[in-house]
Protein backbone atom coordinates (compact mmCIF):
# COMPACT_ATOMS: atom_id res chain seq x y z
CA UNK A 1 0.00 0.00 0.00
CA UNK A 2 1.55 3.59 -1.14
CA UNK A 3 0.76 6.04 1.38
CA UNK A 4 0.30 9.88 1.03
CA UNK A 5 2.76 11.67 3.73
CA UNK A 6 2.82 15.75 4.63
CA UNK A 7 5.57 16.12 7.27
CA UNK A 8 6.64 19.39 7.92
CA UNK A 9 10.24 20.84 9.18
CA UNK A 10 12.04 18.62 6.46
CA UNK A 11 14.92 21.05 5.93
CA UNK A 12 17.59 19.44 7.82
CA UNK A 13 17.81 16.88 11.05
CA UNK A 14 14.88 14.36 11.98
CA UNK A 15 12.07 15.95 9.24
CA UNK A 16 14.90 15.46 6.39
CA UNK A 17 15.78 12.41 7.21
CA UNK A 18 11.86 10.96 7.36
CA UNK A 19 11.48 11.94 4.05
CA UNK A 20 14.21 10.60 2.57
CA UNK A 21 12.95 6.95 4.01
CA UNK A 22 9.28 7.57 2.86
CA UNK A 23 10.39 8.24 -0.46
CA UNK A 24 12.99 5.41 -0.49
CA UNK A 25 10.12 3.44 0.27
CA UNK A 26 7.87 3.75 -2.45
CA UNK A 27 5.37 5.97 -0.41
CA UNK A 28 4.31 9.69 -1.26
CA UNK A 29 5.48 12.50 1.08
CA UNK A 30 4.56 16.72 0.50
CA UNK A 31 7.71 17.40 2.64
CA UNK A 32 7.77 20.90 3.77
CA UNK A 33 10.35 23.52 4.78
CA UNK A 34 10.50 27.62 5.23
CA UNK A 35 13.05 27.77 2.68
CA UNK A 36 11.85 24.54 0.24
CA UNK A 37 15.23 25.36 -2.11
CA UNK A 38 16.58 23.18 1.07
CA UNK A 39 14.86 20.07 -0.81
CA UNK A 40 15.66 20.27 -3.95
CA UNK A 41 17.92 17.28 -4.34
CA UNK A 42 15.73 15.12 -2.62
CA UNK A 43 12.60 16.27 -4.67
CA UNK A 44 15.38 15.67 -8.19
CA UNK A 45 15.97 12.09 -6.20
CA UNK A 46 12.49 11.16 -6.06
CA UNK A 47 10.45 13.61 -8.93
CA UNK A 48 7.00 11.10 -8.76
CA UNK A 49 7.36 10.80 -4.68
CA UNK A 50 8.57 14.44 -2.94
CA UNK A 51 7.26 17.69 -3.58
CA UNK A 52 8.73 20.32 -1.68
CA UNK A 53 6.46 22.83 -0.24
CA UNK A 54 7.38 26.59 1.05
CA UNK A 55 5.65 26.05 4.49
CA UNK A 56 6.19 28.29 8.19
CA UNK A 57 3.98 26.04 10.34
CA UNK A 58 2.84 29.79 12.38
CA UNK A 59 1.17 30.92 8.96
CA UNK A 60 -2.54 29.59 8.83
CA UNK A 61 -2.84 30.66 5.49
CA UNK A 62 0.13 28.36 4.25
CA UNK A 63 -0.45 26.03 6.40
CA UNK A 64 -3.78 25.85 4.47
CA UNK A 65 -1.94 25.78 1.29
CA UNK A 66 -0.06 23.12 1.75
CA UNK A 67 -2.72 21.00 2.60
CA UNK A 68 -4.19 21.72 -0.85
CA UNK A 69 -1.29 21.27 -2.48
CA UNK A 70 -1.10 17.59 -0.67
CA UNK A 71 -4.65 16.87 -2.01
CA UNK A 72 -4.05 18.09 -5.38
CA UNK A 73 -0.88 16.59 -6.11
CA UNK A 74 -1.19 13.00 -4.49
CA UNK A 75 -5.48 12.97 -3.89
CA UNK A 76 -4.99 13.18 0.05
CA UNK A 77 -2.91 13.10 3.25
CA UNK A 78 -2.42 9.49 4.81
CA UNK A 79 -0.09 10.18 7.17
CA UNK A 80 0.66 13.87 9.02
CA UNK A 81 3.84 13.99 10.78
CA UNK A 82 4.14 17.35 12.80
CA UNK A 83 7.49 17.55 13.05
CA UNK A 84 8.68 21.39 12.74
CA UNK A 85 9.86 22.69 15.65
CA UNK A 86 12.31 25.14 17.81
CA UNK A 87 13.96 25.55 20.58
CA UNK A 88 14.28 28.20 23.32
CA UNK A 89 17.10 28.34 26.08
CA UNK A 90 15.71 30.12 29.31
CA UNK A 91 14.51 29.68 32.94
CA UNK A 92 11.25 30.75 33.66
CA UNK A 93 12.47 33.79 35.26
CA UNK A 94 14.04 34.67 32.05
CA UNK A 95 11.13 33.65 29.15
CA UNK A 96 8.70 36.42 28.18
CA UNK A 97 5.45 36.55 27.29
CA UNK A 98 6.02 37.24 24.06
CA UNK A 99 8.89 34.54 23.66
CA UNK A 100 6.66 31.99 25.70
CA UNK A 101 3.40 32.17 23.04
CA UNK A 102 5.98 32.03 20.40
CA UNK A 103 7.71 28.59 21.66
CA UNK A 104 3.73 27.45 21.98
CA UNK A 105 2.93 28.46 18.44
CA UNK A 106 5.19 26.84 16.96
CA UNK A 107 5.21 23.46 19.24
CA UNK A 108 1.50 23.27 20.12
CA UNK A 109 -0.53 25.00 18.10
CA UNK A 110 0.97 24.62 14.77
CA UNK A 111 0.21 20.87 15.31
CA UNK A 112 -3.11 21.53 16.02
CA UNK A 113 -4.03 23.37 13.25
CA UNK A 114 -2.50 21.32 10.58
CA UNK A 115 -4.00 18.17 12.40
CA UNK A 116 -7.56 20.08 12.32
CA UNK A 117 -6.64 20.92 8.53
CA UNK A 118 -6.14 17.10 7.91
CA UNK A 119 -8.67 15.27 9.92
CA UNK A 120 -12.04 15.70 7.64
CA UNK A 121 -9.74 14.20 4.89
CA UNK A 122 -8.76 11.03 7.23
CA UNK A 123 -12.27 10.40 8.48
CA UNK A 124 -14.28 10.77 4.89
CA UNK A 125 -11.57 8.20 3.93
CA UNK A 126 -12.24 5.97 7.71
CA UNK A 127 -8.33 5.94 7.99
CA UNK A 128 -4.67 7.97 8.81
CA UNK A 129 -2.17 8.86 10.92
CA UNK A 130 -1.24 11.65 13.08
CA UNK A 131 2.30 11.54 14.07
CA UNK A 132 3.18 14.29 16.71
CA UNK A 133 6.99 14.57 17.29
CA UNK A 134 7.16 15.11 20.87
CA UNK A 135 10.33 14.58 22.94
CA UNK A 136 11.89 12.97 26.41
CA UNK A 137 11.23 16.14 27.39
CA UNK A 138 7.38 15.65 27.00
CA UNK A 139 7.42 13.57 29.91
CA UNK A 140 10.44 15.48 32.07
CA UNK A 141 11.26 18.97 33.17
CA UNK A 142 14.37 20.02 32.42
CA UNK A 143 15.80 23.38 33.83
CA UNK A 144 16.37 25.93 30.93
CA UNK A 145 14.20 24.64 28.97
CA UNK A 146 10.78 25.59 30.45
CA UNK A 147 9.09 27.04 27.42
CA UNK A 148 9.78 24.12 25.34
CA UNK A 149 8.84 21.76 27.69
CA UNK A 150 5.69 22.84 28.35
CA UNK A 151 4.89 23.08 24.83
CA UNK A 152 5.55 19.42 24.39
CA UNK A 153 3.68 18.54 27.57
CA UNK A 154 1.17 20.41 25.74
CA UNK A 155 1.57 18.35 22.58
CA UNK A 156 1.38 14.93 24.54
CA UNK A 157 -1.72 15.99 26.53
CA UNK A 158 -3.43 17.14 22.93
CA UNK A 159 -2.00 13.95 21.18
CA UNK A 160 -3.43 11.64 24.26
CA UNK A 161 -7.30 13.18 24.04
CA UNK A 162 -7.03 13.06 19.77
CA UNK A 163 -6.43 9.07 20.14
CA UNK A 164 -9.62 8.74 22.31
CA UNK A 165 -11.32 11.76 19.50
CA UNK A 166 -10.69 10.37 16.75
CA UNK A 167 -10.55 6.25 16.93
CA UNK A 168 -13.85 5.66 15.82
CA UNK A 169 -13.11 6.93 12.73
CA UNK A 170 -10.30 4.30 12.09
CA UNK A 171 -7.74 7.11 12.66
CA UNK A 172 -4.53 6.42 14.81
CA UNK A 173 -2.21 8.72 16.67
CA UNK A 174 1.26 8.42 17.70
CA UNK A 175 3.22 11.08 20.12
CA UNK A 176 7.22 9.65 19.23
CA UNK A 177 9.41 11.01 21.88
CA UNK A 178 13.24 11.58 20.83
CA UNK A 179 15.88 11.46 22.98
CA UNK A 180 19.23 12.64 22.10
CA UNK A 181 19.94 13.08 18.13
CA UNK A 182 22.71 14.16 16.32
CA UNK A 183 21.12 16.92 14.85
CA UNK A 184 21.31 21.08 14.68
CA UNK A 185 18.83 21.24 17.71
CA UNK A 186 21.61 21.99 20.37
CA UNK A 187 23.22 24.33 17.89
CA UNK A 188 20.18 26.12 16.61
CA UNK A 189 18.28 26.78 20.25
CA UNK A 190 17.76 30.34 21.00
CA UNK A 191 18.37 32.13 23.98
CA UNK A 192 15.92 33.96 25.90
CA UNK A 193 16.45 37.87 25.71
CA UNK A 194 16.45 38.52 29.72
CA UNK A 195 19.25 36.29 30.56
CA UNK A 196 20.11 35.92 34.19
CA UNK A 197 23.73 34.80 35.13
CA UNK A 198 22.46 33.15 38.73
CA UNK A 199 20.52 30.53 37.16
CA UNK A 200 23.79 29.28 35.03
CA UNK A 201 24.16 26.96 38.73
CA UNK A 202 21.14 25.13 37.54
CA UNK A 203 21.07 25.32 33.78
CA UNK A 204 24.50 25.60 32.68
CA UNK A 205 25.08 22.15 32.16
CA UNK A 206 22.23 21.44 30.61
CA UNK A 207 23.16 24.21 27.95
CA UNK A 208 26.74 22.62 27.19
CA UNK A 209 25.31 18.92 26.83
CA UNK A 210 22.21 20.32 24.09
CA UNK A 211 25.03 22.49 22.10
CA UNK A 212 27.39 19.55 21.93
CA UNK A 213 24.63 17.40 20.64
CA UNK A 214 25.99 17.62 16.74
CA UNK A 215 29.14 16.28 17.45
CA UNK A 216 28.57 13.36 20.23
CA UNK A 217 29.21 10.22 18.91
CA UNK A 218 26.85 8.74 21.31
CA UNK A 219 23.68 9.86 20.05
CA UNK A 220 21.06 7.88 18.04
CA UNK A 221 21.51 9.14 13.87
CA UNK A 222 18.15 10.72 12.45
CA UNK A 223 17.81 7.75 10.06
CA UNK A 224 17.34 5.78 12.72
CA UNK A 225 14.30 8.05 14.18
CA UNK A 226 13.00 7.98 10.39
CA UNK A 227 13.07 3.50 10.36
CA UNK A 228 10.93 3.90 13.19
CA UNK A 229 8.36 6.50 12.04
CA UNK A 230 7.95 4.05 9.26
CA UNK A 231 7.29 0.94 11.10
CA UNK A 232 4.75 2.34 13.73
CA UNK A 233 2.88 3.84 10.95
CA UNK A 234 2.84 0.11 9.43
CA UNK A 235 2.03 -1.73 12.44
CA UNK A 236 -1.42 -2.44 13.76
CA UNK A 237 -0.27 -2.86 17.74
CA UNK A 238 2.13 0.53 17.82
CA UNK A 239 1.31 1.75 21.35
CA UNK A 240 0.16 5.92 21.35
CA UNK A 241 3.86 6.77 22.95
CA UNK A 242 7.09 5.55 21.50
CA UNK A 243 10.46 6.51 22.86
CA UNK A 244 13.26 6.61 20.17
CA UNK A 245 16.62 7.13 20.49
CA UNK A 246 19.60 5.36 22.48
CA UNK A 247 19.26 7.06 25.81
CA UNK A 248 15.09 7.52 25.51
CA UNK A 249 14.49 4.65 27.75
CA UNK A 250 17.06 5.04 30.18
CA UNK A 251 15.97 8.89 30.67
CA UNK A 252 12.21 7.71 31.09
CA UNK A 253 12.57 4.50 33.01
CA UNK A 254 14.20 6.94 35.77
CA UNK A 255 11.41 9.41 35.29
CA UNK A 256 8.59 6.36 35.94
CA UNK A 257 10.56 5.49 38.87
CA UNK A 258 10.65 8.62 39.84
CA UNK A 259 7.41 9.56 39.34
CA UNK A 260 6.26 6.32 41.31
CA UNK A 261 8.39 7.66 44.58
CA UNK A 262 6.45 11.06 44.48
CA UNK A 263 3.19 9.41 44.03
CA UNK A 264 3.73 7.12 47.28
CA UNK A 265 5.32 10.72 48.90
CA UNK A 266 2.13 12.34 48.52
CA UNK A 267 -0.19 9.54 49.34
CA UNK A 268 2.07 9.10 52.42
CA UNK A 269 1.98 13.19 52.82
CA UNK A 270 -2.09 13.30 52.65
CA UNK A 271 -2.73 10.18 54.43
CA UNK A 272 -1.03 10.83 57.26
CA UNK A 273 -2.38 14.86 57.63
CA UNK A 274 -5.92 12.77 57.21
CA UNK A 275 -5.41 10.51 60.35
CA UNK A 276 -3.98 13.32 62.44
CA UNK A 277 -7.14 15.02 62.09
CA UNK A 278 -9.06 12.53 62.18
CA UNK A 279 -10.62 12.49 58.57
CA UNK A 280 -12.24 9.82 56.88
CA UNK A 281 -9.58 8.35 54.71
CA UNK A 282 -12.40 7.26 52.20
CA UNK A 283 -14.16 10.83 50.50
CA UNK A 284 -17.48 11.25 51.62
CA UNK A 285 -19.93 11.91 48.48
CA UNK A 286 -22.55 14.92 50.10
CA UNK A 287 -26.63 14.03 49.81
CA UNK A 288 -28.51 17.15 48.67
Known sequence: MTRRWLVTGCSSGLGRALADVVAQAGDLVVATARRPSTLNDLAERYPDRVSAVALDVCDAELCETA??????????????????????FGAVEEVSDDELRAQLEVLTVAPWRLTRLVLPLMRRQGSGH???????????GLPGLSAYVAGKYALEGMSQALAAEVAPFGIR???????????????????????????????GDVEAGLRGMPGNPGLSRPE????????????????????????????LEAVEAAGRAELAAAH??????????????????PTV
Open 224 to 251: VFAHHVLRLVASPTAPLRVPIGADAYDF
Open 67 to 88: VAHAVDRFGGVDVLVNNAGAGL
Open 130 to 140: VVNVSSIAGRM
Open 173 to 203: VHAVEPGGFATRYGTSLAEAAGRIQAYARST
Open 268 to 285: AFVHDAAERSGEDAAPVT
